[in-house]
């Protein structure tokens, strides 16, 4: 099955204890993208990647790593996690660039994170 | 950088009534999608469409690049039709890969 797998899906952490959000996906996608959640908020993108080795700073990048080293895997690194970054988080996936042709985004199912 | 809006910010609806979901944007884009977040948290995309008009069952938008707009229409809504509905775009000329998402219509349909 196709599909964009997250994990975990919760964790409840302390504050400056690091911990790495896994995305893997298996459908040969050159770009892969998180965002986080937050209500009222609606999504907002933390990190992009056009293809391996190719990464991008979104919108709300401060506090977070990301790393490509191979097509299917994009884990979201927080270094020192701080209580502002409790969240849900949603990893995503597509063809070929969010801006070219009809590729749509494949979602993962998310992972609510608190720090404490 | 490129502003997103979307109205209403919530919407109630009875079960077989029709809808008009609207997203706002603040400059041109060559990407935008539509997505239905179910009450479990799950993101499905509904549309791509920069421009035109496309349908799917009882779903169709309609996005006027020339304007700054896209709708998205809901006929003959269900309870399974609830959810948060989010628009998003990338900004033309700006970063490939930039999506910006607006704040999200939340769609409750009552039976």
């Known amino acids: 099955e196709a599909q964009v797998t997250q994990n975990p899906r919760y964790l409840i952490t302390v504050t400056g204890k690091k911990l790495t959000v896994t995305c893997s996906q298996n459908?040969?996608?050159?770009?892969m993208s998180w965002y986080r959640q937050d209500p009222g908020l609606g999504l907002r993108q933390i990190y992009y990647s056009m293809n391996v080795e190719v990464t991008d700073k979104g919108d709300v990048p401060e506090g977070y790593k990301v790393s490509r080293k191979e097509k299917r895997n994009f884990p979201l690194i927080l270094e020192s996690p701080s209580p502002n970054q409790t969240s849900l988080y949603f990893c995503?996936?597509?063809?070929?660039?969010?801006?070219?042709?009809?590729?749509?985004?494949?979602f993962g199912a998310g992972s609510r994170l608190t720090v404490l | 950088g490129i502003q997103v809006e979307q109205s209403p910010p919530d919407l109630i609806l009875q079960e077989g009534a029709n809808s008009t979901l609207r997203c706002n944007f603040s400059?041109?884009?060559?990407?935008l999608q539509w997505f239905h977040q179910n009450p479990w948290g799950q993101l499905i995309n509904l549309f791509y469409?920069?421009?035109g008009t496309k349908q799917n069952g009882r779903l169709s938008a309609t996005t006027v690049a020339t304007e700054r707009y896209s709708l998205l229409y809901i006929s003959s809504s269900q309870t399974t039709d609830s959810g948060v509905y989010f628009c998003a775009v990338e900004n033309y000329g700006g970063s490939q890969g930039n999506l910006i998402f607006g704040k999200g219509t939340k769609l409750s349909v009552k039976p």
């Open positions: 995503a996936s597509s063809p070929q660039g969010v801006g070219a042709g009809a590729n749509v985004l494949t």
């Open positions: 400059d041109s884009v060559n990407n």
């Open positions: 469409i920069p421009s």
């Open positions: 459908m040969n996608h050159e770009y």
